[in-house]
């Protein structure tokens, strides 16, 4: 499982994207982006810095 925070991007975001792959992870970033800060063009240096920012999440037995 992979996951992003949105604190690790955007000061004071607390919310979080998971996905079993980094690019459903970086889909469901840009969709909290554009529903919740108001980013209409989120520019691919943008993506890169979101794909900086995710970390494997450890899965539990």
């Known amino acids: 499982m992979k ?14 994207a998971t996905a079993e792959t980094e690019a459903e992870v970086v889909r469901k970033a840009v969709e909290k982006l554009r529903a919740e800060h108001g980013e209409t063009d989120v520019r691919p240096d943008m993506v890169e810095r979101i794909k ?10």
């Not at 900086?52 to 037995?61: G, L, S």
Request: no cysteine.
């Open 3 to 16: 996951r992003f925070d949105g604190g690790s991007l955007i000061p004071g975001a607390t919310w979080h």
């Open 52 to 61: 900086e920012r995710i970390f494997d999440v450890p899965t539990k037995h």
